[in-house]
């Protein structure tokens, strides 16, 4: 080592490498041994590694095991160097999860970085006995060929086959996506760094063996050592081995690994749904009649034909789709493979019209990945590749439009500059902003300029030939029709909860916080209070203000039966004045809840009333007066308040149990057959759990019967609607449209999206039999 760091070379690669990932450490996530500071390193080190080992062991001369010490003695040395730079990061910002990063940077970057050095002094020895004064540059690109290979090759998968995920023996492990801030790909990098280590073994082998003779040719000795031609079989069978094993190690998946995996089709005129076991046929092909006519919605709304074929990856839970695919709880879209990937989810599935709109505005876009974006494509503009999709299929049973939503926010003074929304700037905002106020802008465009302004636009022409008109005079427009856009005045707290947030990039320790909130959520709902609160004060000492945690307390008090310990620290939680709108809701509904369990019904109708005036949103408010009906008095009182206790709040021990639910529910609708509260409580959870037949009936007699409250009498035409559209029965279709059209209380947005669906329902093939069922090829 002191050999080695007394060359000049290799002390410049370790100022010039400690500059850089200092320079990174300083960006948002990137501060200590985090993921995306590990990925910056994996993407850095080797490349420098190699370059820089290559062109000192040409220049040098050196014999092939002399350069191999040395390359691996720099690798060491740089990762020296990383460790030290993410320490002094942590040391500044404060650590997340020491030992659990540390154990992913150890996995990571750092074999990576011993790989490259080893790879580019070897490169160089190799070309050490050529006369050329190209010796050096050759010897530098040969040593960079392997990484750039290797990210090449992950650029291929990603591009033929329907992962986003990565594994490289160089770089460590690239997640594939933003918005899911659960990283959980460690477990299996341990197993691909088994590779690693095989391809060590077979660099030690090949640098042993050869030998550089009188005239500096290179000769291979293969009886000279014969322990180095051991250990070079031996990587080169683990080398081989794990690759030949990767989709089983879930190193990488193939698009026929994936559908042999999932294993099931069901075919559509215009859709292909590949399924997971466990989804049923009747599911799958629902989905593949909804599928083809939001395909047919996006015709019609874009006035273009759409693709002949779109296949739909149905994967029976997130875990199932991050192990196979790489996103969890992101929904993906890769519109040049005409292919998109979803969990299971219900019917109507909630992202199925998003994800298909990326699909069909393929086809007026240009570049290989066929979405919008400067030069030619090949740079995402992701404001217009998502707005598009949010103007042609807004969000499912959202209350307020798009327009709504966009004029909150330019009343609460956090509507963004449409010039930052349309370039890469997208990324640094709220998602949920980005998208919101992406998709209004679209949809105004769309209707003042025309449809061909959007897909000229997207296809890629500069906005001032697709609309005649700069971006900034546009927003001028854009802007002064919103500020014309009614709102209801419960709007602008919800807004401002949902759209003032920060991005992930604002957010400390986003994948440690989010990884071990869901393991104490997952505790509580396994009835392990103890194990939850570890974890949630576990949370609070990383995210101190996160809403989550801090509620969750109280949650585990509930859970051991502590009454008014959870009650207390509610109470406590609403004397915080940062908490936002929504966050002072739960709590007061939680309050209530613990009231109304506890026979308090004045404190519980209280909190109730205050809870209510928070909200906008029409399925929280229906929750309420669904609570609010456990409050009444008369002849069935005491079986109302026992059902709907069970069903919504549920033993403190347990939590709401549909198994102890339904019998109440029973008793009561039996006990009152003039009220259909009880029956529509029914149908709506047997149609949540895919008993549609079951939920049909139940709907029909609480239709039949009185329903008090607007909300709830709306919830069951659009439940029975939704029903109705799953089971193919286009004449119950029609008239819960024409029902729900005139039902009071409705807001816009909700109206929109059943009359979107009804559409789709009444095609032509909403009630036709399911084409086919088959195993995946």
């Avoid at 906008?616 to 409050?631: H, S």
């Avoid at 029965?729 to 947005?749: I, R, W």
Wanted: include cysteine.
């Amino acid at each position: 080592m002191r050999v080695l760091f007394s060359s000049r070379a290799q002390l410049t690669l370790l100022a010039l490498v400690s500059l850089i990932l200092f320079g990174i450490g300083l960006l948002p996530l990137f501060g200590g041994p985090s993921y995306e500071f590990s990925l910056a390193c994996g993407l850095v080190v080797p490349l420098l590694a190699t370059a820089f080992n290559a062109g000192e062991s040409a220049a040098l001369r050196s014999t092939p095991l002399t350069a191999l010490h040395r390359g691996f003695g720099s690798g060491f040395g740089l990762a020296v160097v990383a460790v030290v730079v993410a320490l002094v990061h942590g040391a500044r910002e404060g650590f997340c999860d020491f030992w659990g990063d540390a154990t992913f940077f150890a996995v990571g970057p750092l074999p990576g970085a011993l790989l490259a050095g080893v790879w580019g002094g070897l490169c160089g020895a190799l070309l050490g006995g050529w006369q050329s004064k190209a010796k050096v540059p050759v010897a530098v690109l040969l040593g960079l060929s392997a990484p750039l290979v290797g990210i090449v090759a992950s650029l291929v998968r990603y591009y033929t086959s329907p992962i986003i995920f990565a594994f490289d023996h160089f770089v460590g492990y690239f997640s594939g996506t933003l918005y899911d801030t659960v990283v959980d790909g460690s477990g299996r990098l341990v197993t691909y760094r088994v590779g690693t280590l095989g391809w060590l073994l077979v660099a030690y082998a090949v640098a042993a063996l050869i030998r550089r003779d009188e005239t500096g040719a290179l000769q291979m000795q293969w009886t000279a050592r014969p322990v180095a031609v051991r250990f070079g079989a031996v990587g080169l069978l683990l080398a081989l081995g794990i690759t030949w094993a990767g989709p089983q190690l879930g190193h990488y998946q193939t698009t026929a690994s994936i559908r042999q995996e999932l294993g099931h089709v069901a075919l559509s005129e215009r859709c292909e749904v590949v399924y997971a076991s466990g989804i049923s046929q009747r599911d799958a092909h629902a989905l593949a009649r909804d599928c083809d006519a939001h395909i047919r919605q996006h015709e019609a709304y874009f006035e273009v034909a759409g693709p002949e074929r779109t296949t739909v990856y149905l994967f029976a839970s997130s875990g199932q789709k991050a192990h196979l695919m790489g996103a969890r709880d992101v929904y993906i879209a890769k519109p040049w493979r005409q292919e998109i990937y979803i969990q299971a989810s219900g019917f109507p599935h909630p992202v199925l019209g998003h994800e298909l709109a990326h699909v069909m505005a393929g086809v007026f876009a240009r570049g290989p990945f066929l979405v919008a974006g400067p030069a030619g494509g090949w740079i995402p503009d992701p404001g217009r590749i998502e707005g598009v999709a949010v103007a042609a299929s807004p969000r499912q049973d959202d209350d307020l439009t798009l327009r709504q939503w966009a004029a909150a926010m330019l009343r609460l003074e956090i509507l963004p500059p449409l010039g930052k929304i349309f370039r890469l700037g997208f990324l640094g905002e709220n998602s949920s902003k980005a998208y919101a106020v992406a998709g209004a802008f679209i949809d105004w465009l769309k209707e003042t300029y025309g449809v061909a302004a959007v897909r000229d636009w997207y296809g890629g022409a500069s906005l001032e030939t697709a609309a005649g008109k700069p971006l900034g005079e546009l927003e001028n427009e854009f802007r002064a029709a919103l500020s014309q856009v009614e709102l209801p005045d419960e709007a602008m707290g919800v807004a401002k909860a949902r759209y003032d947030r920060p991005a992930v990039f604002g957010r400390r320790c986003p994948h440690q916080v989010d990884a071990v909130a869901m393991q104490a959520n997952r505790a509580l709902g396994n009835l392990d209070p103890s194990k939850a609160r570890e974890l949630y004060d576990a949370v609070l000492q990383m995210d101190p203000t996160n809403f989550g945690a801090r509620v969750g307390l109280g949650s585990c008090a509930l859970r051991e039966g502590e009454i008014e310990q959870a009650r207390q620290a509610y109470a406590a939680l609403l004397g915080d004045d940062s908490l936002s709108a929504l966050e002072r809701e739960w709590l007061e509904e939680r309050l209530g809840d613990v009231a109304l369990r506890d026979g308090k019904l004045a404190a519980a109708a209280a909190h109730y009333d205050r809870a209510r005036k928070l909200l906008v949103d029409q399925d929280d408010l229906r929750t309420l007066e669904v609570k609010r009906a456990a409050l009444q008095g008369g002849e069935h009182a005491k079986l109302a308040r026992r059902a709907i206790t069970d069903l919504l709040i549920g033993d403190p021990a347990f939590g709401a149990d549909w198994s102890t639910a339904a019998p109440a529910l029973g008793r009561w609708s039996q006990a009152d057959d003039k009220a259909g509260l009880a029956d529509y409580l029914l149908g709506k959870n047997l149609y949540a759990r895919g008993r549609w037949e079951e939920a049909a009936e139940a709907l029909d007699v609480a239709l039949r019967r009185e329903l008090k409250t607007p909300l709830v009498a709306a919830e069951a035409i659009y439940t029975r609607l939704k029903v109705a559209c799953a089971l193919g029965q286009k004449q119950v279709v029609d008239q819960a449209a024409k029902l729900y059209a005139e039902a009071k209380g409705v807001s816009p947005g909700r109206r929109f999206t059943a009359a979107r669906l009804a559409e789709r329902c009444l095609g032509p093939a909403a009630a036709e039999p399911a084409a086919k069922e088959q195993q995946a090829p």
